[in-house]
């Protein structure tokens, strides 16, 4: 029996999926830390460091690292498998950058199981904490970058200087803490520290991953040496290679047998959790779009060419599966929601419950924290109706509707013909937002029976790359759907007109108007 792990690093927490793929349904789920409830001792219950300025967003890659090993312990006591893995990979959270002194290479190659991995690798941070994708801090470091290339960042690298973005945030480091970041020999992504650690040796970057730094030239897909030297100084030197998802990283270090895994079995390069989303619901073929519903929403989907986003909100990343995938982020996901059901009083089920109401068109621009897109730092929700004297269930609505009107309108760039919708994530478990997604885009909306699919997707892309086991035979046996939701055609003019009034009421949101910071 070949067994296959992939883990997710995702805000919250580590995920880990184990999969048989002679026999899904033998395969071992659940395995789980949360920052919060399983590393108190970090003070972060939302998976960051707590900062007064809401535009600073950064972990702690010690939190990190002490979920992973706590992970392992787990799935050892719970008498999981682990010598039997025949591969493994991972996804983690985009855009976050760990930065390290010279020792990182020596230290991986020569951990002690009788220590922690914190213990080992902390010494090796020249920079303390890694902001994280909900960092919003870095607008002149973006103005300055897109006041020296232009409209070359976008049409090559997949993104205009996009502030939670890597090349950004290494920037405004370099500015600030010019000693530390002298003191810094190679800068990785989190996707790619972890398959270090898992490795022992210094890992590549992937191209699904790469691709949201604002460094890496999707046209020749290699690191851009001009961006990269203008936005710090060295910094192409201190990159990891750029490769494509399929490749071997290396084997397992011998520091995981205590936990039961056997030492050099292979581990192929991480991705990002969006990359790995699209393999874990079966979406790496055009076709098929994604709508991820968690901290933030996400629509996604495989592109049949490469094209940018001309508003400057959407982005490009490499493929797992190859070629390329359109991405736009919508930061308030259930972070608002979370805001509106805890000031509507309600619990999550009856949150659920109360949106099926008479069919008000109320609409709000729901900014409870800071806002990718469109771009806005300083948060407020606006109200296009009277919020504070409405019912509960008039605002529920109002917020999800207009959540999922903000995904139409800003997804029509990606310009396909999706034959239907797959959702993940959290909130993919409400069959009223599940409804909504339906009914404003028209299309089916269908859910698979894995609801971590950026860990699914990151064992599947194993069991691709290492197990020899095509995309399409893998998508069949694990990604088939459980659930479909079919749109109402009698409710397409009405949210038709409901998006008409939404576009209007964003672009007359006073001192935005809905356009990115240049």
């Not at 001309?310 to 259930?334: E, K, R």
Request: hydrophobic share 40%.
């Amino acid at each position: 029996m070949a067994l296959y792990l992939g883990i997710d690093l995702s805000t919250q927490g580590v995920k880990a999926e184990l999969i048989d793929p002679e026999n899904p349904a033998a395969g071992s789920g659940g395995f789980a830390v949360g920052f919060g409830a399983d590393l108190p001792q970090y003070g972060a219950p939302e998976g960051f460091v707590p900062d007064p300025d809401p535009l600073v967003r950064a972990a702690d890659p010690a939190m990190w690292l002490d979920a992973f090993d706590l992970l392992f312990a787990r799935m050892r006591d719970a008498g999981a498998p682990l010598g039997e893995v025949a591969g493994i990979s991972g996804s983690a959270q985009q855009h976050a950058t760990v930065c390290l002194r010279e020792c990182f290479p020596r230290v991986l190659g020569s951990l002690d199981p009788g220590k922690t991995l914190a213990e080992q690798l902390v010494p090796c941070l020249s920079r303390r904490f890694s902001p994280i994708w909900m960092d919003r801090s870095t607008a002149r470091e973006c103005r300055e970058l897109e006041a020296r290339f232009g409209d070359r960042l976008r049409r090559e690298t997949g993104s205009p200087a996009v502030e939670r973005f890597a090349g950004p945030q290494i920037r405004k480091f370099a500015k600030e803490a010019p000693e530390a970041y002298r003191d810094t020999a190679a800068i990785h992504l989190a996707s790619s520290f972890f398959c270090s650690v898992l490795c022992g040796a210094p890992s590549p970057v992937d191209y699904g991953d790469g691709a949201g730094m604002n460094l890496l030239n999707l046209r020749t897909l290699g690191w851009d040496g001009e961006i990269a030297a203008f936005t710090a100084p060295g910094l192409p030197g201190r990159l990891p290679r750029a490769v494509p998802s399929a490749t071997i990283a290396g084997g397992l270090s011998g520091y995981f047998e205590k936990y039961g895994f056997r030492a050099g079995t292979p581990v192929a390069v991480w991705s990002g959790d969006n990359p790995g989303s699209l393999i874990g619901v079966g979406a790496g073929e055009p076709g098929i779009a994604v709508v991820s519903l968690g901290t933030s929403d996400t629509f996604f989907a495989a592109m049949r060419s490469f094209h940018t986003d001309p508003d400057g909100y959407g982005h490009v990343f490499g493929d797992p599966a190859g070629g390329f995938m359109s991405l736009i982020c919508f930061s308030n996901g259930s972070l608002a929601r979370e805001a509106v059901r805890k000031e509507c009083g309600l619990s999550y089920e009856a949150f659920d419950r109360v949106t099926p109401v008479p069919e008000s068109e109320h609409l709000l621009l729901p900014y409870f924290v800071p806002e990718s897109t469109p771009l806005v730092l300083e948060p407020g929700a606006e109200y296009g109706f009277d919020w504070a004297s409405a019912p509960a269930e008039e605002r529920v609505r109002a917020l999800l509707e207009s959540q999922i009107l903000s995904m139409r309108l800003h997804s029509a760039w990606q310009n396909e013909a999706f034959r239907r919708i797959r959702v993940t994530g959290g909130a993919s478990k409400s069959a009223a937002l599940r409804r909504i997604i339906a009914d404003v885009f028209q299309s089916e909306v269908e859910t698979i029976a894995v609801s971590n699919s950026a860990g699914l997707g990151a064992a599947l892309r194993a069991a691709n790359a290492i197990g020899g086991i095509p995309f399409d035979m893998l998508y069949g046996r694990f990604c088939a759907p459980v659930s479909v939701t079919r749109p109402d055609p009698a409710r397409k003019a009405r949210y038709d007109r409901m998006l008409e009034a939404y576009r209007q009421l964003e672009a007359g949101r006073s001192g935005t108007a809905a356009a990115r910071l240049r």
